[in-house]
């Protein structure tokens, strides 16, 4: 069974950066796939923070526009989350999956960004 693994993750003061890392070990998921970041905060819904085609072609939502890119390696099957001018609004947990369209199955664990102010 595929399975989507977030890491990078952690606790970083308002301005800081963090580079966050999608893989599915053991399979060519992510090569061959458009694949998204995905955050849910507390008390809120899950949405969409930026996307990237197997072309590398980008989308990204407006309140992380010009803070964050989204990348690929296809020889290492990952896709990338650089944060860079992190605030305390975009603490939350940061998941992968498909994009646009994430399917159930390929929820992973997550991980914890955390901005402090």
């Known amino acids: 069974q595929v399975q989507m693994v977030e890491s990078g993750g952690g606790l970083v003061q308002a301005g800081g950066s963090l580079r966050l890392s999608c893989a599915a070990p053991?399979?060519?998921?992510?090569?061959?796939?458009?694949v998204g970041w995905y955050r849910q905060a507390p008390g809120k819904q899950r949405e969409l923070v930026a996307g990237?085609?197997?072309?590398?072609?980008?989308n990204y939502a407006d309140s992380v526009k010009g803070r964050f890119t989204i990348s690929r390696d296809n020889v290492k099957n990952t896709v990338y989350l650089q944060m860079n001018s992190l605030k305390p609004e975009d603490t939350a947990v940061y998941y992968c999956?498909?994009?646009?369209?994430?399917?159930?199955?390929?929820w992973g664990q997550g991980t914890q960004v955390t901005v402090s102010s």
């Open positions: 990237i085609t197997v072309g590398g072609s980008t």
């Open positions: 999956n498909l994009f646009p369209t994430p399917l159930d199955r390929y």
């Open positions: 053991g399979s060519i998921l992510i090569r061959i796939r458009a």
